[in-house]
């Protein structure tokens, strides 16, 4: 008798659907994302987005092999994540505000630490418990111990996830990336915008902070 595939087409048919309208629906991810890109630039932007994606990755790893599991069991373990993570961005808040976009050239901000985007998303995405809570409540109503290794099956639904995450954030990156250059030359108006992106980071660090576990 021939083997039952390792993902169950039907439990796909449900999947998709729901992975596709928690990947519109505007989050954290997207909000940072968004803040990268409109301070540094597009390629910023994009790259806030695949550091997004590799701290997704490893949050699926880690709620395949029970450390999310862990975490969930453990408060005081979640609680130091989480402030780890809210002070991580208040502290990209106040970088913003020492690094004002009207001292960079209209020539550089396109090419403005994408290596530092990239390594901020990993860090924003790791530090936010919720996310690791997230894929624990999710993925496991899909997978059947049956049909193969879990993580394995953990690695293919989160992997699904991650490509629609990552393709959204990466167009919302780039959007946003377009308002660096056309605002660098206006002081005004790039003002605003270091203050705005600094307010958008305190945001996220609150919303952190004061959402229920």
């Not at 994540?81 to 106040?94: P, Q, S, T």
């Amino acid at each position: 008798m021939k083997d039952p595939p390792m993902i169950d087409p039907a439990a796909l048919l449900i999947f998709v659907p729901i992975a596709l309208a928690l990947n519109l629906t505007p989050g954290a991810d997207m909000l940072f994302c968004l803040g990268q890109g409109v301070r540094s630039g597009p390629s910023a932007g994009r790259a806030a987005a695949w550091g997004v994606a590799v701290g997704a990755l490893i949050h699926t790893f880690a709620a395949g092999l029970g450390f999310a599991a862990f975490i969930a069991a453990h408060p005081v373990l979640f609680e130091v994540i989480r402030w780890a993570g809210v002070g991580y961005l208040v502290w990209l808040a106040l970088q913003g505000l020492r690094y004002p976009i009207t001292t960079l050239e209209p020539t550089q901000v396109g090419r403005a630490s994408v290596w530092g985007a990239f390594r901020r998303g990993v860090v924003v995405n790791v530090l936010n418990p919720k996310i690791a809570l997230f894929f624990l409540a999710l993925i496991p109503q899909f997978v059947e111990p049956d049909r193969g290794p879990i993580l394995l099956q953990f690695l293919i639904f989160g992997l699904i996830l991650n490509v629609g995450g990552t393709s959204i954030n990466l167009v919302v990156g780039s959007l946003g990336g377009g308002f660096a250059r056309l605002l660098a030359r206006n002081t005004g108006a790039a003002r605003a915008l270091q203050y705005g992106t600094s307010a958008l980071f305190v945001m996220l660090a609150a919303r952190l902070a004061l959402q229920p576990r």
